[in-house]
């Protein structure tokens, strides 16, 4: 082998290596968090069919199930859900990826009402869990952080977080869901975020915590990342975006984001050096931090557009944001100067969770249809599409090696392309509630 050629490979293998490091070995076959490893909606996994149809997508299993709006995540043998039980009791349900047999549940009280206004969208539990390390996190709607073993379900440790900060119960109950890194786990509560031990369940620091009750129930969830070679955990609150030290939870900067109501909802999105966000009844915004000569955090706003955003997130594919917004249409967004590129003709109803692969994205609106759509800049561009489930399918999408988790408001179900590994298609009829 001649020197460049080992040198060529050396330099393969320390890309790959650099990419498994980041990503961790535990997520490779696995969906561990909210929108994924990276809490982006990218699915790095094997390549997607060509379209979505009758005879190459179909429903593995089927369970029927108590309420939940949680996205399912899962590892490489089980996937785990959320339900709120008639009885008042909150439930994880872990099943069997391939047969959907059930593996374990485990509950605990932690029923609540959201306020009358809200009252249509249900009072079910909202949080997507987080799995590291054998463990998963479930923060429930009273704000109660619960640690489980992921082999047995037995509880390992739980906080009243409500209780421990002082902090009133949560409004609008406990929304946003955790993020695990680096051994340590970050969660979105009592009005400001706060970093837990993971073994012990021990409070590390609390930071920008409130006693509003109405007003400081976050519903965005936090991310990781790198601004000046600073790394920092990005929260989105109901009134404004801020920039935490992960180490200390000391604040580093703050930007107010106009909303109606304090109606920021999305996950922050990263693009190059800025932060997208898109608020209802406000705009959509790229900031951008900086740090000054004197290591002070400066934050310009690079450009604002009127499209309004609401719940889903976008999804960000060279150089474009793909967004769905308040009005039920998507729309492409030129994230280097906020233009709009093309508005979809068709609504997407209330809701759209989104994940993508090169230039593809995979689409549920809140109405049962999965979209194969094409990242094209230039048009919106619908593939194929596939009705999949008849009840509203509020979750986010969750996937792995070409399979689909699909929680609607009442089942979880699991569908598969059949290129793949093939799997008998089968129903569950038992309820794990009953």
Same mark, same amino acid.
Request: proline share 5%.
């Given at each position: 082998?001649?020197?460049?050629?080992?040198?060529?490979?050396?330099?393969?293998?320390?890309?790959?290596?650099?990419?498994?490091?980041?990503?961790?070995?535990?997520?490779?076959? *696995?969906?561990?968090?909210?929108?994924?490893?990276?809490?982006?909606?990218?699915?790095?996994?094997?390549?997607?069919?060509?379209?979505?149809?009758?005879?190459?997508?179909?429903?593995?299993?089927?369970?029927?199930? +108590?309420?939940?709006? *949680?996205?399912?995540?899962?590892?490489?043998?089980?996937?785990? &859900?959320? $339900?709120?039980?008639?009885?008042?009791?909150?439930?994880?349900?872990?099943?069997?990826?391939?047969?959907?047999?059930?593996?374990?549940?485990?509950?605990?009280?932690?029923?609540?009402?959201?306020?009358?206004? +809200?009252?249509?969208?249900?009072?079910?539990?909202?949080?997507?869990?987080?799995? +590291?390390?054998?463990?998963?996190?479930?923060?429930?709607?009273? $704000?109660?952080?619960?640690?489980?073993?992921?082999?047995?379900?037995?509880?390992?440790?739980?906080?009243?977080?409500?209780?421990?900060?002082?902090?009133?119960?949560?409004?609008?109950?406990?929304?946003?869901?955790?993020?695990?890194?680096?051994?340590?786990?970050?969660?979105?509560?009592?009005?400001?975020?706060?970093?837990?031990?993971?073994?012990?369940?021990?409070?590390?620091? &609390?930071?920008?915590?409130?006693?509003?009750? /109405?007003?400081?129930?976050?519903? +965005?969830?936090?991310?990781?990342?790198?601004?000046?070679?600073?790394?920092?955990?990005?929260?989105?609150?109901?009134?404004?975006?801020?920039?935490?030290?992960? $180490?200390?939870?000391?604040?580093?900067?703050?930007?107010?984001?106009?909303?109606?109501?304090?109606?920021?909802?999305? &996950?922050?999105?990263?693009?190059?050096?800025?932060?997208?966000?898109? &608020?209802?009844?406000?705009?959509?915004?790229?900031?951008?931090?900086?740090?000054?000569?004197?290591?002070?955090?400066?934050?310009?706003?690079?450009?604002?557009?009127?499209?309004?955003?609401? /719940? *889903?997130?976008?999804?960000?594919?060279?150089?474009?944001?793909?967004?769905?917004?308040?009005?039920?249409?998507?729309?492409?967004?030129?994230?280097?100067?906020?233009?709009?590129?093309?508005?979809?003709?068709?609504?997407?109803?209330?809701?759209?969770?989104?994940?993508?692969?090169?230039?593809?994205?995979?689409?549920?609106?809140?109405?049962?249809?999965?979209?194969?759509?094409?990242?094209?800049?230039?048009?919106? $561009?619908?593939?194929?599409?596939?009705?999949? *489930?008849?009840?509203?399918?509020?979750?986010?999408?969750? /996937?792995?090696?070409?399979?689909?988790?699909?929680?609607?408001?009442?089942?979880?179900?699991?569908?598969?392309?059949?290129?793949?590994?093939?799997?008998?298609?089968?129903?569950?009829?038992?309820?794990?509630?009953?």
């Amino acid at each position: 082998m001649t020197i460049k050629l080992r040198v060529y490979f050396w330099l393969v293998w320390m890309l790959l290596g650099g990419i498994s490091a980041l990503l961790g070995a535990e997520n490779e076959g *696995s969906w561990p968090q909210w929108r994924g490893p990276e809490r982006d909606g990218r699915y790095a996994g094997k390549t997607w069919p060509q379209a979505i149809n009758k005879e190459n997508f179909k429903q593995a299993w089927h369970i029927k199930l +108590a309420p939940s709006y *949680s996205s399912p995540v899962a590892d490489k043998e089980m996937v785990y &859900t959320t $339900e709120s039980l008639p009885s008042g009791k909150e439930q994880v349900t872990a099943y069997h990826r391939n047969t959907g047999d059930l593996a374990w549940s485990q509950s605990w009280e932690g029923s609540m009402k959201v306020p009358f206004f +809200a009252a249509s969208n249900g009072s079910w539990i909202r949080s997507t869990p987080a799995l +590291a390390d054998g463990k998963l996190f479930v923060l429930g709607m009273q $704000e109660r952080l619960v640690c489980l073993d992921t082999n047995t379900g037995k509880k390992l440790w739980e906080m009243d977080i409500p209780k421990t900060l002082q902090t009133p119960e949560p409004a609008f109950g406990g929304v946003s869901s955790p993020m695990m890194i680096n051994g340590s786990l970050y969660v979105q509560a009592g009005g400001g975020i706060i970093k837990l031990d993971t073994s012990s369940g021990n409070l590390v620091w &609390t930071s920008r915590l409130s006693n509003d009750a /109405m007003n400081q129930s976050p519903f +965005a969830s936090p991310r990781l990342h790198s601004f000046e070679g600073k790394e920092q955990i990005i929260s989105l609150g109901r009134t404004s975006l801020a920039g935490i030290d992960p $180490e200390n939870g000391e604040l580093l900067w703050e930007q107010e984001v106009p909303a109606f109501r304090g109606m920021n909802i999305l &996950t922050p999105t990263f693009v190059g050096k800025g932060i997208l966000t898109a &608020t209802y009844g406000g705009k959509t915004h790229l900031f951008t931090p900086e740090q000054n000569l004197d290591k002070d955090w400066t934050i310009t706003e690079s450009w604002n557009q009127k499209f309004q955003g609401y /719940m *889903s997130n976008p999804v960000i594919i060279d150089g474009h944001a793909y967004l769905h917004g308040r009005s039920g249409r998507m729309v492409c967004l030129n994230t280097e100067t906020g233009e709009i590129n093309w508005t979809s003709k068709e609504s997407l109803g209330k809701y759209c969770s989104m994940i993508f692969q090169e230039n593809r994205i995979l689409a549920l609106s809140n109405d049962g249809k999965l979209r194969l759509l094409s990242a094209n800049p230039n048009a919106y $561009e619908v593939l194929s599409s596939l009705k999949i *489930s008849e009840e509203d399918t509020w979750a986010h999408i969750a /996937m792995t090696d070409r399979q689909i988790f699909i929680r609607s408001l009442n089942s979880l179900t699991t569908w598969q392309w059949q290129d793949s590994i093939a799997h008998s298609n089968r129903t569950v009829a038992i309820s794990s509630h009953k």
